[in-house]
């Protein structure tokens, strides 16, 4: 599971608020690996997934996709765009399994604006994604791959201590900026450490609180 500790929307509205946004919104269906919506397209949304999960991804001319986030379900996503006054929308979004994702037109959302509750939910879940943007980008000027792997892994595990994680090594590279190969040495260097347990597309992290130390320790060097 990913999870990268960012609050889930769904748990920080209250019963009547989250039944007064689902009233605004339509709810759409889609199956393992359909585009819910392609980086340009008009018309952006406030999204709030239901069932399954949402990847995003940025498409390069190349062919070549650069993995973002994955959504979980309880979490949202689209309201970038939409604060920001962008009438295009900014990432790809592919279905992970069978998904169902509730949808809020941007017309509409004014709406949701006017309840200084939903107003307080969405700004909690923007900083939180704010500041992990600002531990990625410091981690990228001060430390090696493998603290700033380290500090991945365990967002991406959030509360699950113990939990296994949905791993593919290119979207990790990518959320990095590292090279799979630079990628395959961080990975190592835990592995031997006894820090990581891999699999086929997975990998455990026998005691999380050991990691964050190791991790703590080398990011003060």
Same mark, same amino acid.
């Given at each position: 599971m990913i999870n990268f500790d960012i609050p889930f929307l769904d748990k920080l509205l209250t019963q009547t608020d989250l039944e007064f946004l689902r009233g605004l919104a339509v709810r759409r269906s889609f199956s393992d690996g359909e585009m819910i919506q %392609?980086?340009? %397209?008009a018309d952006p949304v406030l999204a709030l997934v239901v069932r399954g999960k949402v990847k995003l991804v940025t498409p390069l001319a190349d062919g070549r996709e650069i993995f973002t986030t994955v959504i979980n379900p309880g979490q949202n996503y689209g309201d970038i765009a939409l604060m920001t006054g962008q009438v295009k929308r900014v990432h790809r979004a592919i279905a992970v *399994? %069978? !998904?169902?994702?509730?949808?809020? /037109? *941007? /017309? !509409?959302?004014?709406a949701l604006l006017d309840r200084p509750s939903i107003v307080t939910a969405l700004y909690k879940v923007a900083s939180a994604r704010l500041g992990l943007l600002m531990a990625l980008l410091d981690d990228m000027r001060a430390h090696p791959p493998e603290v700033r792997l380290a500090r991945v892994l365990l967002l991406m595990q959030g509360n699950e201590r113990g939990g296994r994680i949905d791993f593919g090594q290119e979207d990790v590279a990518n959320l990095l900026g590292v090279s799979t190969v630079t990628l395959a040495k961080a990975l190592k260097m835990l592995k031997k450490e006894g820090l990581i347990a891999t699999g086929y597309r997975q990998i455990s992290i026998p005691d999380g609180t050991r990691l964050m130390h190791w991790m703590e320790q080398r990011a003060t060097l």
């Open positions: %392609d980086r340009g %397209d *399994g %069978d !998904t169902e994702v509730d949808i809020v /037109a *941007g /017309a !509409t959302v004014g």
